[in-house]
C-alpha cells in the first residue's frame, strides 16, 4: 500500500490509478530529506511546488504534508478522481490542473507563475527527453529553486545533479 511518509499527513494510505507508476519508497524518502534541508519550513510553508505527471500524487501530495503550496498537473481523468480523493483524504489543499503538462508548463510560464520546486516524473514510454526539455525551457522557477527529474538509471542527462535509487535516478537542476 502506498502510504505518505512524513508531515501532518504521515501515514495517510493513497489510491493508485491504473496509469500511474508512483515514485518507490527510498527515492520519496532521500528526496524529502534534501528539501526538509535545502528549505527548511519558515512561518507559513517553504514554497511553492509542482508536480508534474501527478499519476497518484505520492510525490505533490508528500510535499503539501511537508508545508509546500503545491499544485499537480495530470490529465488521466482516473487519476484525477484519485487526486482528489487523495488530497481530502489526506486534509490536504491542493491545486489541481486537469491539463496536458505541455499545456500547462506554456500557460504558466505565459502567466508568469513561480515555484520553488519543479518535479517530473513523466510515465516512461515518454520522449523523456523531449519532455524534460519543455521543462527546462518554461521559465518558472524561483531564484535559488530547484527542477528535479525523475528518469530510468540508464537515461543519462548532460547537466544536473544526479543522485541514483536502484532503476530510478533523480537529476537535480538548479533554477
Do not use: C
Not at 534534501?34 to 507559513?44: I, K, N, S, V
Amino acid at each position: 500500500m502506498l502510504r505518505i511518509l512524513g508531515g501532518s499527513a504521515k501515514g495517510v494510505a493513497l489510491k493508485v490509478p491504473d496509469s500511474a507508476r508512483p515514485s518507490p519508497v527510498r527515492l520519496r524518502k532521500a528526496l524529502f530529506d534534501y528539501l526538509r534541508f535545502r528549505y527548511p519550513q519558515g512561518t507559513h510553508h517553504r514554497g511553492r511546488f509542482l508536480d508534474l505527471y501527478a499519476g497518484s500524487g505520492a510525490v505533490g501530495l508528500e510535499a503539501a504534508s511537508e508545508g509546500f503550496e503545491v499544485t499537480l498537473v495530470e490529465k488521466d481523468p482516473q487519476a484525477l478522481r484519485f487526486l482528489r480523493e487523495n488530497a481530502r483524504q489526506a486534509r490536504l489543499k491542493v491545486r489541481l490542473e486537469g491539463i496536458p503538462v505541455e499545456q500547462y508548463l506554456l500557460r504558466a510560464s505565459r502567466e508568469g507563475e513561480r515555484f520553488m520546486v519543479a518535479f517530473m516524473a513523466p510515465p516512461y514510454p515518454h520522449d523523456l527527453l523531449a519532455d524534460f526539455e519543455r521543462l527546462l525551457q518554461a521559465d518558472i522557477i524561483e531564484p535559488g529553486g530547484l527542477r528535479i527529474l525523475q528518469h530510468p538509471s540508464e537515461l543519462s542527462l548532460p547537466t544536473g545533479q544526479r543522485r541514483e535509487y536502484g532503476f530510478n535516478t533523480l537529476t537535480l537542476l538548479e533554477g
